[in-house]
Structures are given as structure tokens and as C-alpha cells.
């Protein structure tokens, strides 16, 4: 079992930058996958990013490529999601998920994550 929680979400202006964090604490993390989602109200969860297990393997939504970066420090448990030039419309609850998933590869369906934090909150003024 692993527990994550997210932090990094805030308030900022468009065009700024923020890094997310996906902190892992219980079973070694360097055997999950990881993704980002995020849902903004009203609408349904979408993939944002996301990164095998050893970090090798990455994948982006359309809307965040060449925005985004996905990536992770095992020796820290720890994933991170930098976004650069944030639009209004990125303002979303985003999420991290895990995935023991037996081999290197990413995940882009919500479903077929095991386990999920909370969330963390970025929002994007005009």
C-alpha cells in the first residue's frame, strides 16, 4: 500500500510557473507508476501527465505538452509536475496517482490507478 499526498497548488497569474509534488510514504515507490490528473468543476477528470517507474517513459495530454514536465526522484519517493506559461483554463483540482503496474510503462486511464492523494489546488487568474 502506498499513501500520497500533493502539495505546490496555488494562486497565480497567467503565464507564471508552479512545480506540484507528489509525496509517497509506505511500500517502496520505485515500482509504481505515477500519473497527474486534474478536474475542474463541472467538467470530468482528465490526464495530465504521466511516468513509468523508473522514469524512462513519459507521456502528456495535448493541452500541457511542451508546458509540462513529469518527473520523479525514487531515492525521495517523491513525483513532480512543472508547469510553465499556466493558462486560466489549467485552473483545476490536480491530482497524483499510483499504480503498481509489474513493468515500465505509463498509465493515462484514471481507472486504472490503485491509489490516489487528495489533490492540490491551482488556480489561474486572467
Known amino acids: 500500500q502506498v499513501h500520497l499526498v500533493e502539495s505546490g497548488g496555488a494562486l497565480v497569474q497567467a503565464g507564471d510557473s508552479l512545480r506540484l509534488s507528489c509525496a509517497a510514504s509506505?511500500?517502496?515507490?520505485?515500482?509504481?507508476?505515477v500519473g497527474w490528473f486534474r478536474q475542474a468543476p463541472g467538467k470530468e477528470r482528465e490526464f495530465v501527465a504521466g511516468?513509468?517507474?523508473?522514469?524512462?517513459?513519459?507521456e502528456y495530454a495535448h493541452s500541457v505538452k511542451g508546458r509540462f514536465t513529469i518527473s520523479r526522484d525514487n531515492a525521495k519517493n517523491t513525483v513532480f509536475l512543472q508547469m510553465t506559461t499556466l493558462k486560466p483554463e489549467d485552473t483545476a483540482l490536480y491530482s497524483c496517482?499510483?499504480?503498481?503496474?509489474?513493468?515500465?510503462?505509463?498509465?493515462?486511464?484514471?481507472?486504472?490507478?490503485?491509489?490516489w492523494g487528495q489533490g492540490t489546488q491551482v488556480t489561474v487568474s486572467s
Open positions: 511516468i513509468s517507474w523508473t522514469g524512462g517513459i513519459t
Open positions: 496517482a499510483a499504480s503498481d503496474v509489474g513493468d515500465d510503462y505509463v498509465l493515462t486511464e484514471w481507472s486504472h490507478y490503485d491509489h
Open positions: 509506505g511500500r517502496s515507490f520505485d515500482v509504481y507508476a
